[in-house]
DNA sequence: ACCACTAATACTCAATCTGAGCATTAGTGT
DNA sequence: ACACTAATGCTCAGATTGAGTATTAGTGGT
């Protein structure tokens, strides 16, 4: 039995962050072969992923990690395209990959140009409902999708994860549409890891994609933490852990709305939150917006016990 | 960098179904050293984990395994006594696991004698907050869980996962409990891991602990599972991956009772399941119960969607 | 000092959901 | 026909939501 090839185990990072405009996640690889921030685990120096994870993280980009939290292990045989840059796996290796979630709470310009970010929707254009290009960018691709849903599956399949004939978007379910994209080969991976079975490289695809490709099955792993987190706000309450230490309501709002790609009902935002006692008033104001000042919160001690519950989120109207 | 000690992967299955009576877990192993369906992946032969879950629970057990997810993937190191009958992992090997949480469906007699099957509560006495029994066993551990939480940050933490000074018993906080239980040395787990280092045996411990420990970290991967389990069914219909295909609505009462270990308002229950549009009649009748007979159900279409939903717990009263 | 403008905050109202019980059946066994 | 036992039905008040309308308290000119 110690013929067997070895398996590596690769640690790989989706650092979100919230940069006042938007999520932003943490990017590492040179241009055209751009990924996750990504480490190969030593089962010697290393006592848990988590330490480990925190560590790679820390030592590539600076960063000190507040919440960490493990989201899923790869281990598909074909879905992920080799890592050049590794150098330490040879063919015969089978390289699973052990994904985290990490929040690296709000940053501020200067810590934004130390790393390499980028506002995930660059990713997913379609997974954001409030701007035009998201809504554009789903209208591109539904005839496609709609062409390749030849069965009745494939076509309940859409409809349930796009939303379609009366279903509602569930803002969650980012990886679902993801691997139909995929399975309908409309993001780039689809062809790349066709290909790459053949010695020969495919000629150019004559198509425009929609999203940028990452190396590797990072677009995949990037989707499961999208979908994770947008879940995970509903029901625990992390978004304090992507907020700045004081904000106003305003503020948190647009921070799920822009998490979620959605927009939300302002005053029953409000009145939710306030009742579910999450947050509490600093006596301070914020006055910058140019109408009336807003209340300064923060998070409350309920909000750092373990079965708190997260944020309701109403959607608004049409 | 190729003179890394390998790692090996390890799958674990808490291998899930009814029976009857209540929630029951596929064990594997001998007296003494049993624990959960173990198999070791082989990066070879296995395209993915999934298809390896399934494959060497049923060729271990017999069975078919139905809804499969998995669960987390356990690396610390310490944690893991070492697997005496794996028979192929060397001292300086890293074991890794990957657990799976699969449900095997409703079972019946047969199936139920042809595998190990055992009620999961004989290793969390505590978390069936129903019966009598379950009461009895955390009053037994509180003392000393008082005893040990010498720190605010200790009692606390306590506080929250038992639901004691007013705060309420939350059914999915199962791995919580367990941890700090661990921690204050009230599993044998614990006295059996920090023996570990140790060249001489510890003398056998005088106490009598609460709750059969398992193999390995085995009883770790189990609280999280059943901590997964209670928490999915609050948002995803999968009790009706436990349930039979013909159910009264008692029965399916009984199976979510028996596995979050709270009891239900009846009719509350029944309303918003049958408002939920995850059941739907089948015309049948069921008449076995002396009373009144009840109405056969089926999952219906809805409950088979993606974006459905779960089932709310309305708690009944002391 | 006064006015227009812009967000933030306050209130309202109806439609739903929930928590708790009380009341009515439709079988079974005698 | 009668007692018994679950399964169903119904009711009511209190809390939560979805959707708006109505007030503020600053800011930036004039």
Redesign the interface.
């Known amino acids: 039995?110690s013929a067997?090839?070895?398996?590596?185990?690769g640690l790989s990072a989706v650092v979100v962050a919230a940069s006042g405009k938007g999520p932003e996640v943490l990017l590492s690889g040179a241009p055209g072969a751009i990924g996750l921030p990504f480490g190969s685990?030593?089962?010697?120096g290393?006592?848990?992923?988590e330490l480990a994870v925190r560590d790679f993280v820390t030592s590539q980009t600076g960063f000190a990690l507040g919440y960490v939290e493990?989201l899923?292990?790869f281990?598909?045989?074909?879905r992920e395209a080799p890592l050049a840059d590794m150098g330490?796996s040879s063919d015969a290796?089978?390289v699973?990959s052990?994904g985290y979630i990490a929040l690296a709470g709000s940053i501020d310009e200067g810590q934004r140009r130390a790393g390499v970010w980028a506002d995930w929707y660059r990713f997913f254009p379609w997974e954001d409902r409030r701007s035009e290009a998201g809504i554009r960018a789903l209208d591109l691709l539904l005839p496609d999708l709609k062409a390749w849903a030849t069965t009745t599956e494939r076509q309940?399949?859409v409809a349930?994860?796009f939303g379609l004939h009366g279903?509602?978007w569930?803002e969650s379910?980012v990886l679902?549409r993801f691997e139909l994209l995929y399975e309908a080969g409309l993001v780039q991976e689809a062809q790349r890891d066709r290909a790459k079975g053949q010695t020969q490289a495919m000629p150019p695809a004559e198509r425009t994609y929609v999203g940028e490709p990452l190396v590797s099955d990072h677009r995949r792993i990037l989707a499961t933490a999208m979908g994770r987190l947008r879940a995970k706000i509903r029901?625990r309450p992390i978004v304090f852990d992507l907020a700045p230490a004081r904000f106003t309501l305003s503020e948190l709002q647009d921070l799920v709305e822009v998490l979620c790609g959605v927009k939300l009902h302002k005053q029953n935002f409000r009145r939710t939150l306030e009742r579910s006692g999450l947050v509490e008033s600093t006596g301070a104001m914020h006055a910058e917006t140019g109408g009336r000042p807003a209340m300064l919160f923060t998070r409350s001690a309920v909000s750092r016990?373990?079965?708190a519950t997260g944020l309701s989120l109403p959607l608004a109207k049409r």
């Open positions: 039995m067997t090839p070895r398996v590596i185990i685990f030593d089962p010697i290393h006592r848990t992923f493990q899923y292990t281990g598909d045989k074909g330490q290796d089978r699973v052990v309940s399949r349930m994860a279903q509602s569930q379910q679902d029901y016990q373990a079965g």
